[in-house]
């Protein structure tokens, strides 16, 4: 590398997170699942699920012995293997059947060696192998042998997976009542789809007295646990009052929480369901409908549920002029992001605002970006950094993330890198999140991004710049190096590219030249300008790579034609001088990859 050629560590992949309207949106959770059966045209009751093909694995609990890496616990852990230990033996297994060196044959042997020592998971694990020919050849009567000797130690999968061989006649002779003896086990330890499987016993009369009570019962407690096919059949009971009291309020709770699936054939069957449920009740039974969904979201974290907004938007309006904080934040969303109605961020503001000063710290953190923008307000740093207080010490991930950014840049509160530091610890620390912070309102339930939950990457990122610089912290590369990786192994750009010039230089790790182009390329393909030019050079000089003119040329090219100002001036100069050393036709090849090129998904 050339002396005047200088890598530096960037605490941003991009705009500030304060010059834009946050892209970080909330969106409404709901327990949608993905791999719901398509539901019959009919309006007969959905058939019972299918076998589990899930594997179980079993932990050794907390590692006895502190300061030791995964590495050093992994490699125990094989010894325990080989010297004979079933749990260790089941967790290898596992390894050859998940991890990178595949091998679903060696998955079996392993698992059949702590099968052999009674260990209930790896007996489930070997019958599941058996169901499904992997590693083994297929044998259902083996695979049922497993199951049933899993199930004899109360292993609830296992019950209810020999009990759909006893339904389907699969390895074992077809018999209703055994199928009803073993769902029923697994139902009792609260397995959702054994619940709903032996509801549909009880629904069709098969190996018990048919009894439409006694499958509502089973229904209802698998619809509980967010089950599709449960809450669509106990729709049906209170539809037609089997089992159940007729009741045209419930029929549509339930019907309306079975829209969420993400087929579009099954959202139109189950719509026209809750359409005719609807059509039977008065406005304030609708409304009271609605409240009875919106309770039972909030109790679920899965963000495919899919409803009406403008519906939604109805309800919110009357809980929030009534004083409900949850009702009044879910109304500023709606007109943030126009779900339901237009778009007006000044009623936005309105209704944030009257939820903020309850003390609601999602209204808190939005109030103080609108602040922050200058959206439905006038823009006020000072305003947007009270607002970003409040929701931080109510443990707001994002507000803490922002408050330490603006103390950072001294925005709105006086420039002060210790304080920015303290924010961006607690903003990054991934150990107090879900404890900390619970986002779910009370009527209707909002999430955040998962990569807040998994590693909050800005806050980890600025927080290793933090320490890189030594900035309101003793300056401490290593500590650096490790929230860049934090970071960085979150597909975070701006991290990625910071790891690798701590690799590029040897500054908190061993010097590294691979490993520091490897951590360039990553970020360069999402197309962050530094660690295109970061790779240009590394290109031009060699190191880690070979040297070739042309990719150095095409990546300082990327990354000079979008940089900033004072970054594009120096950009521009490297990528000339290494136009100086090649061909004309260099050049034009050069130049004709950069017209090529497009950002890759984070890897």
């Not at 705009?15 to 007969?44: F, Q």
């Not at 079996?108 to 058996?130: I, P």
Request: aromatic fraction near 12%; glycine fraction near 10%; include cysteine.
């Amino acid at each position: 590398m050339t002396d005047d050629t200088q890598l530096q560590v960037r605490a941003e992949g991009g705009d500030s997170p304060l010059t834009r309207i946050s892209t970080a949106r909330l969106g409404l959770i709901g327990r949608g699942r993905k791999d719901a059966a398509v539901l019959t045209a009919s309006l007969e009751v959905e058939s019972g699920e299918p076998r589990s093909s899930c594997h179980l694995s079993v932990s050794f609990g907390d590692d006895p012995v502190a300061g030791r890496s995964p590495r050093q616990r992994h490699g125990e852990i094989l010894k325990d293997a080989e010297n004979g230990d079933p749990k260790a033996q089941n967790l290898k297994a596992s390894g050859y059947l998940w991890g990178p060196g595949k091998d679903l044959a060696e998955a079996a042997r392993w698992y059949r060696k702590a099968a052999d020592q009674s260990l209930g998971e790896a007996q489930f694990n070997l019958g599941v192998m058996y169901d499904k020919g992997e590693g083994v050849p297929q044998d259902y009567a083996q695979a049922a042998e497993w199951y049933r000797k899993a199930a004899d130690q109360s292993l609830g999968e296992a019950q209810f997976n020999l009990g759909v061989m006893y339904d389907k006649g699969e390895g074992v002779p077809q018999d209703y009542a055994e199928a009803v003896k073993w769902y029923r086990e697994a139902a009792d330890q609260g397995l959702g789809r054994a619940q709903f499987n032996l509801g549909v016993m009880h629904d069709k009369g098969k190996g018990v007295t048919q009894d439409h009570a006694e499958a509502a019962k089973w229904y209802r407690k698998a619809a509980d646990q967010g089950l599709h096919k449960a809450e669509f059949n106990l729709g049906l009971k209170y539809t037609h009052g089997q089992g159940v009291a007729q009741d045209y309020v419930q029929a549509y709770k339930w019907m309306n929480l079975a829209t969420c699936d993400a087929d579009a054939d099954v959202r139109e069957k189950c719509a026209a369901m809750r359409d005719r449920a609807a059509s039977r009740l008065s406005p304030t039974q609708t409304v009271e409908a609605q409240r009875l969904v919106f309770e039972f979201i909030r109790e679920w974290g899965d963000p495919d549920f899919q409803f009406d907004y403008t519906e939604a938007v109805r309800w919110w309006r009357i809980a929030a002029e009534r004083g409900n904080a949850d009702a009044q934040c879910n109304l500023g969303h709606a007109y943030a992001f126009g779900d339901g109605v237009a778009q007006d961020y000044g009623e936005a503001v309105y209704w944030w605002r009257k939820a903020a000063e309850q003390g609601d710290a999602g209204a808190q953190f939005h109030l103080g970006d609108m602040c922050a923008h200058g959206q439905g307000a006038p823009r006020d740093w000072s305003e947007a950094a009270r607002w970003f207080r409040f929701a931080a010490e109510r443990s707001h991930p994002f507000a803490e993330y922002y408050l330490g950014y603006m103390y950072a840049n001294g925005q709105g509160v006086p420039q002060d890198y210790t304080e920015a530091a303290r924010w961006y610890r607690r903003a990054a620390d991934p150990g107090q999140d879900r404890a900390r912070f619970n986002p779910i309102c009370t009527q209707a339930a909002f999430w955040l991004p998962e990569e807040v939950y998994e590693g909050r990457t800005d806050a980890q990122n600025s927080l290793g710049v933090a320490y890189y610089y030594g900035r309101g912290v003793t300056q401490d590369c290593v500590e650096a190096v490790r929230w860049f990786r934090k970071a960085a192994e979150q597909r975070h750009a701006a991290a990625q590219n910071n790891l690798g010039v701590a690799y590029y230089y040897g500054q908190g790790v061993t010097q590294e030249y691979v490993e520091a182009v490897r951590w360039f390329r990553k970020a360069a393909e999402q197309g962050h300008t530094a660690a295109q030019h970061n790779l240009g050079v590394a290109y031009r000089d060699g190191q880690g790579i070979t040297q070739d003119y042309v990719l150095a040329h095409m990546w300082m090219n990327l990354s000079a034609s979008v940089s900033a100002q004072g970054d594009q001036q120096v950009r521009t100069a490297d990528r000339d001088a290494v136009a100086a050393m090649m061909t004309t036709e260099q050049i034009g090849e050069a130049q004709r990859l950069t017209r090529a090129w497009k950002p890759k998904l984070p890897t």
